[in-house]
């Protein structure tokens, strides 16, 4: 029964993000632009207006990568989703190694963003694939330091045993610089703002430069979809995930979400990108050395303290 139960929570907790999302990404731009009132209809409109669109076609397209890309995309935001707790004993996919589950899903939308790239089979659409792929890989390993290190005070890599090891204290007090750093590979992997590498301006839209129509409304829902897994992760490893007082545990870990979702989209228009060279040698200079040492202070914190 409690299975079934947490396949209705994620059913919820991703149409009401996706919802969400949807409107945030319209409205935060409009108010940052001083629009005081942006229309909660615009989403709609654009969805119907990319459901009549004629298609774009180039020379030679690959028709099926063009679809199983976003596909693929979605999948990956839903599988990721399952691994997270609602509530104690609620979660769609039991996994003592949750943490793991969620990094193959966040490895894997790297080859779903390259085969959108590729499927067009133009210049653009495959330049963004490839600046996405060079960038995303050292982002994944940071990923995977800024999770470990918040697992070690559970000595769990589940997550619902993270969730449990924050009754005390939540892991963004322990680590804030890890909440920061895994916000930026949320970034990355919904394909925003300052990590907005396959779709960027400068590449007249790179990977979605010569799609259009359905194909590119599909790859704009996952995109959604993503983002909103990887709030619901993030509140999950470094705010405590359902727990709260007096609310039921999914209620809080869909308002931890929403507020995540919002950091991510107001960062999304508010931090400017980089060269993708500048990018990487941040990444790998900077970044992947300071979450080493955020990984190595934690275990020395828990080897010394307990």
């Not at 970034?187 to 007249?204: E, K, N, T, W």
């Not at 990887?230 to 405590?240: C, D, I, K, N, Q």
């Amino acid at each position: 029964m409690s299975g079934i139960v947490a396949v209705i929570l994620l059913g919820i907790l991703m149409s009401i993000g996706l919802a969400g999302a949807a409107l945030a990404e319209r409205m935060i731009p409009a108010f940052l632009a001083g629009q005081t009132r942006p229309s909660w209809r615009l989403p709609l409109a654009e969805a119907a207006r990319l459901l009549k669109t004629q298609r774009i076609r180039t020379e030679a397209p690959d028709a099926l990568l063009l679809w199983l890309a976003p596909a693929l995309y979605l999948a990956l935001a839903i599988v990721g989703l399952a691994v997270v707790p609602f509530g104690p004993g609620l979660v769609v996919i039991p996994s003592e190694v949750g943490i793991v589950v969620w990094g193959s899903c966040e490895a894997l939308t790297i080859v779903a963003v390259f085969m959108f790239g590729w499927s067009a089979n133009a210049p653009l659409p495959l330049i963004g694939a490839y600046r996405y792929v060079a960038v995303a890989l050292p982002a994944m390993l940071l990923s995977m330091f800024v999770l470990i290190g918040a697992a070690l005070p559970a000595q769990s890599l589940g997550f619902t045993e993270i969730v449990e090891a924050q009754r005390t204290v939540w892991n963004v007090l322990r680590q804030p610089a890890g909440l920061i750093l895994f916000l930026m590979l949320g970034l990355a992997i919904s394909l925003r703002g300052p990590f907005d590498y396959a779709d960027p301006a400068d590449l007249a839209g790179g990977t979605t430069a010569d799609v259009s129509g359905p194909a590119l409304l599909a790859w704009r829902i996952a995109r959604l979809a993503m983002l909103v897994s990887v709030s619901a992760v993030t509140a999950t490893a470094f705010l405590g995930g359902y727990l709260g007082p007096l609310l039921p545990g999914f209620v809080w870990l869909l308002l931890k979400t929403a507020v995540v979702l919002l950091i991510l989209v107001a960062a999304g228009n508010l931090l400017a990108r980089m060269p993708p060279a500048r990018m990487m040698g941040l990444i790998w200079t900077a970044l992947l050395p300071l979450s080493f040492l955020m990984l190595l202070s934690v275990g020395l914190e828990l080897l010394l303290w307990g």
